[in-house]
Structure formats: C-alpha cells, structure tokens
C-alpha cells in the first residue's frame, strides 16, 4: 500500500487529477462526505488529504510515503525527504516587495516582514545585508503600508494584490512549483512502486507542458 | 534468567550488539557524561545540532553535555604507527531533536576504528553496521556511498564552493530538476549537467551501480575513487547481508570532515536513518591526529517505533486483598503463581487502566 498525502485546495485537486491521468486514480475521493482517507484496494494506494503546509511533516515522518507539496515549504521547514520530481504546477515566486517609493540603500537594519523567516533569513544572509526579521501569520501585504517593515517577503502569484496596495516587486528570491516529495525509508523498501509513480508522473508533466 | 519477551527493543538490541562488538575485538569504551565546551565549538560542523547544554563546573570551567561520543573518543587517543583502537560504545547523548526542536536525551550505541586503517578495517566497519542492523531486524537497507566519487564529480563540473555545496544539497535529495537549474546558473556545459543528473538516478544494488558508475567516472580522480568502491563491494559480496546493502550517492555528509565510504542504515517502519557513518580521517587531521579513521553510531531510541506484537494483559493474575487477608497466605499465593511463571500484581483494589487475564479474590467473604 503507497499512502499519499495531498495538499487540501486548489493545488491538490489539479495535483489528484495528474494522479488519476497518470493511473492511480481512487473513485471514492470524489464523493461528496466527511471520509479523511479514500482508499483503491485494487491498486494498493490510500490518499489523504492535509494541510499543504503539512504535507511535508506527513512525509519526513513517514505517515505519508509520497507528498506533494510547495517549493516555498520545503525551503521553509527543509524537510528530511527526497524531492524526486517538479510538477510543474502551482507556478509561482518568492519574492521581495516594497512599497513603489522605496530604496534600500543600505545605511540601516532592513526590517523584513514575512511568514518565511527562514527562507528571508538565508536571502539576506547571502546578500551580507542585516535584517530585522518580523515574523507575521497573514496579511504581510499591510506590514510596509502601516510602517511595520520596511519590505516583505512572499509568494507572489500575479502581483494584483501588490499592484492594488500601491507595493511592487524589487526582487525575485526564489522561483516556486509543487513538488513530488517522497519518505526516505519508504524509497529504500518500496523502491519499485514509487519509481513506477514518479515515472508515470513525469509523463503527466510533459503532457501539461 | 532473562525474559527476552519483556525486553524493551533497544535493551535487545544493546545486549546483541555488544556481545557482536566483542567478537570482532572491540573493546568497551565507558567515558564521562561531560566534556569540556571548547571541544565542540572547534568542531561545531562535524555535530548533528550545534545547540548544546552548557554548564560552569566548580572550577569555573564551561562544560557540556557531551552531545556526541566520536569527538572524546578521538581526543582521549594517540597516534601510535601500525596500531588500531577498535573501541565499541553505549552512552547517552544529549541534543536538540530535528523533529521536536527541543533537547533530548539519545542513547547511542557504536564503534569506532582508529589508527593504520586500511580497506579492511573499512570493510569490516560496514560489514558490522550490516550485522547490528540484521540483529535488530529483518528488514533492514545499508546504503553505501563514496565521498571521493561524488566530491570528483563535483568538482570537475565545476570548481566554484557555491555550486559544489548547492549540488551536494540536490544530490543528497535526489533532486534533478533543481541540479539542472543550478548546473545552468554556473554555466555547467550539457554533458557534465547530464552526468551529474545521470548520477543522482544511480542507486540499488551493488554490481548494478558500479557498472554504471564504469561510464561516468573518467577523470583520474573519480576512478581512484570508483576503485576503492570497487574493492568494498567485493569484500562485502562474499557477506551473508549483500543484497541488503545498497549503493546510494544521496548520502552527503559533511564533506569537511568525512572522506571516502559513508553508510547509512534503515529499517522498515522507522520513518528516519537508524545508522550513520563513515570514514572521517579530515576530522582526524583537524584534530591532530595524523592516522585514519572509521566508525558507525546507532540511534537506539529510534528503536521505539519498531512495531512488536502488543501484549494482551498487563499482569497474567490479579491478586485482590483486604485487612482480613493473612499476609502469609497473599505471599504464598504469589509465590506459588509466579513458580509457575505467571506475572501477578497484588492489590486491594481492582487498578481502573490495568489488563489482567484472570482474578484472584482473597478478600473476606470472597
């Protein structure tokens, strides 16, 4: 039995519909009820459907032996897994924004608002520029319209929200994609089956490209 | 005697192991649970965590809570030409837990071979670590790799640290797709970017990997160090393990401080490595030691998440009694059910949470 954890929305329906094109489809998780785990005997796979930025911890930990989660994520918890494969999907960027006005130029500490820390941390870090880190859970938008930070941090998809708060990109950290991420233990005992997976999923990314 | 049913899996595995250890000369290590800081802060990379509980000792000394055993026992040897130490250890280790993010006290089992190393003695290393994981379980995969391989194709796709540690990071995830990218950020031609993805898809069994590894290692390093591999992989052919050991380039210690071989061991069920090691003859030299080195460590209280057959019953009997009871007659009952090898608890009441298969009423009127 391969368990695979799907990230709940959006992302994970496109994600599950890749699966199913590819061959391991499972009817019952169309169904409309409160079920948390759709099973198809027949083909030995087991879906659930978690939090996407749970997908990872599903995986590293073993509960799941396959995921699928954002690049923002894994960058973010850096996870302990393999990452065999780049959907393609869920295209997107992290990026640095600020509002249209204004310029780093470098004479103070940057106040950064983002709920990455970690993927701001190591940006910075990079640059050698010194950073206050302003951890938020939401909204980051707001942060440097109130004065709360200087620039933020964050998933960029099309730029309207930016372009409506009068924010704007200054710089690209990091292109972003769904990822086919796999359990160590369970590469190494069920090696076969999730090639055979990943296989048939390459195949499915070719075809949307 | 011992009642191996009502052993935890990790006291199994530290009696098996030991008498294992001793077999092949491994002499027992016992050391103090503390070591000076400044130790550690010289070699901070070479730990797991870098987070270490810290204590002044009367003297004002700063000490730690040795958080690794490799380190001391290095420290506590000398160098002595055609001499090996061969030392086995079983000590509790105190660091910050990847996955709780908090302190944690691990108890660590391993081996350590230190000295005139030769291929032998790294034979024996992987060969031993295949034996402790088969005595733990039946299920079980020791990878195998060669830092000397991996770091040759490395540098000779391109010699810029950024991209060598950017690489590392994908090989050790089995990450193509973003190996590729960063081949192409630092102008990797097409051919050395294709090796190097065609590396990452390269694991399984051992004569399958070496023959493909034959048409990917061509410069003089690569094969020196494809040769080395090569002469493992044949000793370890001959081991009643060989189809359990696998080669995997995804093992990327820290390239710093070990060389050559790195293993890694897993068991099924256990979602995380249960074994590490490799040979570490740069930390060595970072220590002022000139000879080699090579050794392994088990995390033993990774052993929890083993799945054994749960028992039924807590205790066989449960033995109620009351004042009236004689305490001569509630000894010899338990005495006379325990000669017979059943498990008893005596009490005055029946325990809310306890499993018990049968009762024994010894109270008044009973």
């Known amino acids: 039995m391969i368990n695979i954890a799907l990230p709940k929305g959006r992302l994970g329906e496109k994600v599950y519909a890749m699966f199913e094109a590819a061959g391991y489809d499972c009817p019952s998780i169309k169904e409309n009820n409160r079920k948390l785990i759709f099973e198809n005997a027949e083909k030995g796979l087991r879906y659930f459907w978690v939090k996407p930025s749970d997908v990872s911890i599903y995986v590293e930990r073993g509960a799941a032996d396959i995921g699928v989660a954002g690049k923002d994520i894994l960058l973010e918890y850096e996870p302990e897994i393999y990452e065999l494969l780049d959907l393609g999907i869920g ?104 090639e055979r997976i990943v296989r048939d999923m390459k195949e499915q990314v070719k075809t949307d490209d | 005697m011992i009642d191996e049913t009502l052993l935890k899996n990790d006291e199994r595995a530290i009696y098996a192991l030991r008498t294992l250890y001793k077999q092949y000369g491994y002499m027992p290590f016992k050391m103090s649970k503390f070591e000076e800081y400044d130790l550690y802060v010289r070699n901070k990379d070479f730990l797991i965590s870098d987070r270490i509980i810290t204590f002044n000792d009367t003297n004002g000394k700063l000490m730690a809570l040795k958080p690794d055993v490799t380190l001391s026992i290095i420290k506590n040897g000398e160098d002595t030409p055609g001499y090996k130490q061969k030392v086995y ?187 590490a090691g490799g040979q570490y003859d740069k930390l060595m030299r970072k220590m002022g030691r000139t000879s080699g080195a090579v050794g392994f460590a088990l995390y033993l209280d990774l052993l929890e998440d083993l799945q054994g057959t749960p028992r039924a019953y807590d205790v066989d009997t449960l033995v109620l009694y009351d004042g009236a009871t004689p305490p001569t007659a509630l000894a010899a009952h338990v005495r006379e059910l325990t000669a017979a090898g059943k498990s008893v608890s005596a009490q005055r009441a029946v325990p809310q949470s306890l499993r018990y298969r049968e009762i024994l009423d010894l109270r008044e009127g009973k």
Do not use: W
């Not at chain 1, 292109?175 to 999730?194: E, G």
């Not at chain 2, 991996?150 to 950024?162: H, I, K, N, P, R």
């Not at chain 2, 399984?204 to 040769?227: F, H, K, Q, W």
């Open chain 1, 91 to 194: 295209k997107c960027r992290m990026a640095v924004a600020a509002k249209k006005d204004f310029r780093d130029n470098g004479e103070r500490t940057l106040k950064v608002a983002t709920k990455f820390a970690n993927i701001a941390r190591q940006y910075y870090a990079r640059l050698g520029r010194d950073m206050d880190i302003i951890k938020l859970n939401g909204s980051i938008e707001l942060a440097p319209i109130l004065g709360l930070s200087d620039v933020i941090v964050d998933i960029v998809e099309t730029g309207t929200t930016l372009k409506e708060n009068d924010l704007e990109v200054k710089e690209t950290v990091v292109p972003i994609s769904a990822r086919l991420i796999v359990n160590k233990t369970a590469f190494k005992f069920k090696t076969a089956q999730i």
């Open chain 2, 89 to 275: 250890y079983n000590e509790n280790v105190y660091r910050v837990s990847g996955s709780t993010h908090q302190y944690k006290e691990i108890m660590q089992t391993g081996l350590e071979c230190i000295g005139a190393i030769d291929l032998y003695d790294i034979f024996e290393a992987v060969s031993l670590a295949a034996s402790s994981l088969a005595l733990i379980s039946d299920e079980f995969i020791l990878d195998v790799s060669h830092l000397g391989v991996l770091s040759a194709l490395l540098t000779e796709s391109c010699e810029d640290e950024g991209f060598c540690r950017a690489a590392a990071s994908c090989i050790a995830e089995k990450n193509a797709h973003d190996l590729a990218r960063i081949c192409a950020e630092y102008g990797v031609d097409a051919d050395k970017t294709a090796r190097l993805c065609a590396f990452i898809g390269i694991y399984g069994d051992m004569t399958t990997v070496i023959a493909r590894l034959e048409t990917l290692c061509v410069s003089a390093a690569a094969r020196a160090s494809l040769y080395e591999l090569r002469g493992l992989c044949d000793l370890l052919a001959a081991t009643p393990y060989a189809d359990r050991i696998h080669l995997d380039f995804s093992i990327v210690n820290d390239m710093n401080y070990y060389n050559g071989i790195v293993f890694k061991g897993f068991l099924s069920g256990i979602c995380e490595g249960v074994l």
